[in-house]
């Protein structure tokens, strides 16, 4: 049975860990000197691997094998967050190198044609997934024109600092692939929680989003009586309660919903609001109950405005993102590498956020695994993960992998 190396893996993990090191975390922007500095890194790990390496122009890195056949793409992205964590991403990354070299060193599985990517930007510096989204057609020339990030960084001079503004993209209908495995930090605290060690992804959910505008009368808090006003903050504090009240009427079980924005003008303790903005999020792993969602909040909009006072609009704040179905195949392969290596300490679960393999997924099988994060903590210097379920789940990445390239082959 294929064996992992884990000293190696964790070293290389703390290698690249430190391409950026900013206390207990992170901080390597997709396109930052750092990003670029640990991509180029990540390039000679490939190459001294034994697989092809080259950077996309998106600043995708692939290590491509030299082995025969349909091959297995295993990664996850390598940019961070801008206050971000030392695993969310990485890890998947430095996985998929392991896994390569595992493979290669056992005489029964040398053979097996297995890739390795790190995607770029799938934390949204200028568009979220971007890189796995440009492999698989979905980043257009549309999206692309005129794209910055909040900083106002053109994408297009980002791309040009990074040396790659003339450089060929990867397309993944350049490619024959049996399909993607993506590794992950749950960041979440169910694993954890439970005593569990091990995370087998059947859905990424889906996600959804409105943004609600006020529109009231501005005027002077100590002439304005009560009665009379047209207060933006009255209606806002009265929808934002509503949602709470009205939303776990129709939630499913792992649902979740963030009303994390929120802004009143102009914002003075003397002053009746005349505008505000609340926006939320929501997720789950059935289409319908966000469809529920959507539709309570749209009445709930009514009943404010029903009442008279600042008039409340909702539109959509985002493109609704279906929930992303795992390969089953994949995932049985999976669950019994997690049985035969975690005594048993494993579950199915969801994945409460996103990733590239909710991208991919619509091109190729993809599959997920997840290891506990410690206090549920990601998105934060503070993110962890125990050097035991590191290794141990990146040997249940290598013994899954190993028997879906068995199974494709036969």
């Not at 002053?271 to 539709?295: C, H, M, N, T, W």
């Not at 985002?318 to 494993?346: C, E, T, Y």
């Amino acid at each position: 049975m294929v064996e992992i190396n884990g000293e190696r893996l964790l070293a290389d993990l703390r290698t690249l860990r430190a391409m950026g090191a900013t206390g207990t975390g992170v901080v390597r922007p997709a396109f930052s000197e750092m990003d670029m500095r640990a991509r180029h890194w990540l390039a000679a790990r490939y190459q001294e691997a034994g697989l092809a390496a080259q950077i996309d122009g998106v600043g995708n890195v692939m290590g491509r094998s030299p082995n025969p056949g349909p091959a297995l793409l295993l990664g996850s992205h390598s940019d961070t967050q801008p206050t971000g964590g030392w695993l969310d991403g990485a890890l998947g990354v430095i996985y998929a190198l392991e896994v390569v070299r595992a493979l290669a060193e056992d005489p029964a599985t040398k053979d097996q044609a297995v890739d390795a990517i790190s995607w770029q930007d799938e934390e949204s510096r200028f568009y979220g997934c971007l890189g796995s989204r440009s492999f698989c057609g979905d980043f257009s020339a549309e999206a692309e024109a005129g794209l910055a990030d909040k900083d106002g960084v053109a994408f297009s001079d980002a791309l040009a600092q990074a040396g790659l503004a003339n450089v060929p993209r990867l397309r993944a209908t350049d490619h024959d692939y049996i399909g993607f495995l993506e590794a992950h930090i749950e960041q979440g605290p169910h694993l954890e929680a439970d005593g569990l060690r091990i995370g087998i992804v059947d859905t990424i959910v889906g996600l959804g989003g409105m943004v609600f505008s006020f529109t009231g009368q501005q005027n002077h808090a100590g002439t304005t009586m009560m009665a009379g006003r047209k207060d933006a903050a009255t209606a806002l504090y009265a929808l934002a309660h509503a949602i709470n009240e009205e939303f776990p009427k129709v939630a499913g079980a792992r649902s979740v919903w963030t009303m994390g924005r929120a802004v009143l003008r102009p914002g003075a303790p003397s002053i009746v609001p005349g505008s505000a903005e609340l926006e939320l999020q929501y997720r789950d792993a059935d289409s319908a109950v966000l469809d529920k969602f959507e539709a309570v909040a749209h009445r709930l909009v009514a009943e404010v405005n029903s009442r008279g006072g600042a008039a409340v609009e909702a539109k959509p704040s985002r493109v609704r993102i279906a929930p992303a179905h795992m390969d089953q195949g994949f995932q049985k392969h999976l669950s019994q590498a997690a049985a035969l290596h975690s005594g048993g300490n494993w579950t199915s679960m969801p994945s409460g956020a996103f990733h590239d393999a909710g991208v991919v997924c619509k091109v190729m099988p993809c599959a997920m695994l997840f290891i506990p994060s410690i206090g549920g903590v990601s998105h934060d210097f503070a993110e962890d993960s125990h050097d035991a379920d590191i290794i141990l789940g990146c040997q249940v990445l290598a013994t899954g992998a190993a028997s879906i390239l068995a199974a494709a082959a036969n």
